[in-house]
């Protein structure tokens, strides 16, 4: 049974930073393109972050970069997402989600597995 947790989450000031984890069982986790999404009640999914098998490259939405950090540990079946400077636009649900293919894109539609998402809220 493939499963995805995530962690992390909570209730920080706009400037600040969170470190979401997601832990993976059930599944391959070093052949799985694994990636977060965020999505705010009554809004379309947003793609945040994205990463490959090895963790050699990473994707960002614009909006994000330079501000968030993907990274993985394939032998804790982890990826996590740092983030800093956090903004109050950055406050909703985040999702990890992981894809069974090479490359998993930035719309969603690849991706098999979801956690069951985590809120971020960033205070101004």
């Known amino acids: 049974q493939v499963q995805l947790v995530e962690s992390g989450g909570g209730l920080v000031q706009a400037g600040g930073s969170l470190r979401l984890s997601c832990a993976a069982s059930?599944?391959?986790?070093?052949?799985?393109?694994m990636g977060w999404f965020r999505q705010a009640p009554g809004k379309e999914r947003e793609f945040v972050a994205a990463?490959?098998?090895?963790?050699?490259?990473?994707y960002y939405a614009d909006s994000v970069k330079g501000r968030f950090t993907i990274s993985r540990d394939n032998a804790k079946n982890t990826v996590y997402l740092q983030m800093n400077s956090l903004k109050p636009e950055d406050t909703t649900v985040y999702y990890c989600?992981?894809?069974?293919?090479?490359?998993?894109?930035?719309?969603?539609?690849?991706?098999?597995?979801w956690g069951q998402g985590i809120r971020v809220t960033v205070s101004s």
């Open positions: 989600a992981g894809a069974n293919t090479y490359y998993g894109g930035r719309s969603g539609d690849a991706y098999d597995c």
């Open positions: 990463i490959s098998w090895s963790g050699g490259r990473t």
């Open positions: 059930g599944l391959t986790f070093s052949r799985y393109f």
